[in-house]
């Protein structure tokens, strides 16, 4: 297959993914809110969904091999064992969060966020986004599942935001966490954010772990770089 052949082919599927997941999470947000006029709904399925494309075509440009990881299954066969398990959890709870929102800000009318803290939730996903393209720049071993990624020549990566956090991705995350409820309009899954912080917390440690054991430098990496998500927090 030609350069350009595959190019085209990795583009198909980035759109594709980036459908079906606009599809997917919109059935669990109206199905739950019991309506489809819920504007905030829709904006923030455009915001991911323009945001997904904008960064899937950077890779493309930038890092094919990360688009590609980048766009694999959750499950994978070099994919450590607890991880499969917590990311099956995560798929769970994701979709469970984005039930319970709709349930509480539309169908229930249980919250009452005020407008301006929507827009601000808006930006903080955007920033997430967006400082996450500096995350795959400095490291194009990001993938979305914790491996040993050998075929591509694995290295510890300790530039960019990594000189400073060693998982600055799921540092930034936490902004994608609080900004969504906000964005929604739900006091309700915001709730709910301290239980999935602690859960990037325990991934964090056990990436560690296997980090430490499989990939030749990040003993001293980690001796190194001593802040996990936020610079001056341990």
Same mark, same amino acid.
């Given at each position: 297959m030609t350069e350009l052949k595959m190019t085209k082919a %990795? +583009?198909?599927k980035l759109f594709v993914q980036v459908v079906v997941w606009? &599809?997917? +999470?919109?059935? =669990? %947000?109206?199905?739950?809110? &019991?309506? =489809? $006029?819920?504007?905030?709904?829709? %904006?923030?399925l455009i915001e991911w969904a323009l945001c997904g494309v904008w960064i899937g075509l950077w890779l493309g440009r930038e890092d094919p091999g990360l688009?590609?990881?980048?766009? $694999?299954?959750?499950a994978q066969r070099t994919q450590q064992p607890w991880d499969r398990v917590f990311m099956l959890c995560v798929s769970v709870g994701f979709c469970a969060w984005l039930c319970l929102m709709g349930i509480d800000a539309v169908r229930m009318g249980w919250s009452r966020v005020p407008l301006w803290l929507s827009v601000l939730g808006a930006i903080f996903i955007f920033v997430d986004i967006y400082a996450t393209r500096a995350v795959f720049a400095a490291n194009r071993f990001a993938a979305p599942v914790v491996k040993i990624q050998s075929e591509r020549g694995h290295t510890v990566s300790d530039t960019g935001p990594y000189a400073y956090v060693r998982h600055p991705m799921y540092g930034f995350a936490l902004l994608f966490l609080v900004g969504t409820p906000l964005m929604l309009g739900s006091w309700w899954g915001l709730a709910c954010v301290p239980v999935m912080v602690v859960g990037i917390g325990y991934r964090a440690v056990r990436e560690e772990q296997t980090l430490a054991e499989n990939l030749p430098g990040y003993r001293e990496y980690l001796a190194r770089v001593r802040y996990r998500f936020v610079p001056g927090i341990r």
């Open positions: %990795l +583009m198909a606009f &599809g997917l +999470m919109g059935v =669990l %947000l109206f199905v739950s809110a &019991g309506t =489809l $006029a819920w504007t905030a709904a829709w %904006l923030w688009l590609v990881e980048r766009l $694999a299954p959750f």
